[in-house]
């Protein structure tokens, strides 16, 4: 099973404000991506771990941006001081290894800034 | 800054017409992979593929790689309501970093 859940499904927040996203795969997989999107855009890269490495930041990632994977399991994304054009969706994924290379994706954290 | 252009951005047709998105782009990638993506969902791989001038079928849709390695088609036949959504081709280099379209919002009209 290879499915990807991710908490909250929507935040509201003021402009200012933290926020922490959540990313729970099922099942283990060494590589997980964190992607930003906005509405009827392809996703947009932003960093990935290889077990608990961070090996990538996309420069979409400014400072205020940290992501974490203690354990090479779930990961965790927070935004410090919001800005509203931190205003998208953010998903995770999982790689599983294969022929395609196939990546699984939750469904998304929906992100207002006010 | 998106590495892949996808065109057109947005189609809306009649159930049963026939259909083509191009998704372009001036690197070369190990493999393509191209997905659908419904409201409130992450997206869903549709099919990968990894050779120059590949042609994969998937019941009426229909996916080519082109020669080059640096630009796809995905075609749809007689489509469906059920085709409805946003379809996203993915360039794949040989770190497995991926690299997203701009996107093509589909919607067929019953």
């Known amino acids: 099973d290879t499915g990807v859940s991710q908490n909250p499904r929507h935040k509201i927040t003021k402009r200012g404000q933290n926020v922490t996203f959540r990313c729970d795969p099922i099942s283990e997989h060494n590589r997980l991506y964190w992607y930003r999107q906005t509405l009827g855009q392809g996703p947009e890269f932003l960093t990935y771990f290889q077990n608990e490495a961070q090996l990538e930041k996309s420069r979409l990632l400014s400072d205020r941006f940290s992501a974490e994977r203690p354990k090479g399991s779930f990961s965790t994304l927070e935004i410090q001081r919001t800005e509203q054009g931190d205003s998208a969706m953010y998903l995770c994924a999982v790689l599983q290894e294969g022929d395609d290379n196939e990546q699984f994706f939750g469904p998304g954290t929906r992100l207002t800034v006010l | ?110």
Do not use: M
């Not at chain 2, 120059?52 to 080519?64: A, N, P, S």
């Open chain 2, 1 to 110: 800054t998106q590495l892949l252009e996808q065109s057109p951005q947005f189609l809306s047709i009649q159930e049963g017409e026939n259909l083509t998105v191009y998704c372009n782009s001036s690197s070369v990638f190990s493999s393509l992979q191209w997905y659908r993506q419904e409201p409130g969902e992450g997206p869903v791989l549709l099919v990968t593929v990894v050779t120059g001038g590949e042609v994969k079928k998937l019941k009426r849709l229909t996916f080519q790689f082109g020669d080059a390695r640096k630009d796809s088609s995905l075609h749809i036949t007689a489509a469906q309501p059920g085709d409805t959504g946003l379809y996203l081709c993915a360039g794949v280099d040989t770190g497995n970093q991926f690299y997203f379209g701009t996107g093509t919002s589909l919607t067929v009209i019953p």
